[in-house]
């Protein structure tokens, strides 16, 4: 079984420029979500996509954009972007079922750093 | 955002020592999760728990499902070098997008 995988592993930009973070699913599951852990903090949800639509979006604004393929790869795209975007950015998969909860599996992540 | 309430921010032990943790909410989630986080890696699930009042193990660790939904704690017995890391309890709702919310972790240092 692969585990869940994230490229790039570190990135550097600059305040302005758009970033295109990429993220495999674990085999067997549908849906991937993106999450953003800031320095010293817990990861926050950005946004999950399910069937290749966007099913659910936190509390961030519409720069932050995303797509999910037909092998349920995902991508998150970061347009404009901020100082404040510098962080470790997660993907997890997971299984969508009819009923029950949906555990969340994780990738190593990506640090981008926003100079 | 919308964080958990995670105590204690941190915790130094020696080995072999039990360690508590715990996380509350002032909202109600079905599910509760704890995963590990070691530096430049992603979090890794421990233990979920489904329903309230449930007391899970794995291994040395033991965690709980508040009665009210609202908190839920994790133990670790005997600890060893291997357990240091970051801690995060998430509560999840069946929901929607039954999206995970995290606490602000717990990191745990031990010394030998």
């Known amino acids: 079984e692969t585990g869940v995988t994230q490229s790039p592993t570190h990135l550097i930009k600059t305040r302005g420029q758009q970033v295109t973070l990429r993220c495999s699913s674990q085999?067997?599951?549908?849906?991937v979500s993106w999450y953003q852990q800031a320095l010293g903090q817990g990861p926050q949800f950005i946004f999950q996509y399910y069937r290749e639509e966007e099913n659910g979006r936190g509390n961030f604004p519409p720069r932050f954009s995303g797509l999910q393929f037909p092998n349920y790869s995902s991508e998150l795209n970061v347009n404009a972007l901020e100082l404040d975007d510098s962080a470790l950015y997660l993907c997890?998969?997971?299984?969508?079922?009819?009923?029950?909860?949906?555990?969340?599996?994780f990738g190593p992540g990506t640090r981008l750093t926003v100079l | 955002g919308q964080q958990l309430n995670q105590s204690p921010q941190s915790m130094f032990i020696q080995e072999g020592e039990d360690v508590s943790m715990n996380c509350t909410s002032s909202s109600i989630f079905n599910t509760w999760l704890w995963y590990k986080q070691e530096p430049g890696e992603g979090p890794v699930l421990l233990i979920a728990?489904?329903?309230?009042?449930e007391l899970t193990s794995n291994g040395r660790l033991t965690a709980q499902f508040g009665i009210t939904r609202k908190d839920s704690f994790l133990n670790i017995s005997a600890s060893i070098p291997s357990d240091v890391g970051i801690y995060f309890c998430a509560g999840q709702k069946i929901q929607g997008a039954q999206k995970l919310v995290f606490g602000q972790g717990t990191r745990l240092t031990i010394n030998p």
């Open positions: 728990l489904y329903k309230a009042g």
């Open positions: 085999s067997g599951h549908n849906t």
């Open positions: 997890a998969s997971s299984l969508v079922r009819t009923s029950g909860n949906n555990e969340q599996f």
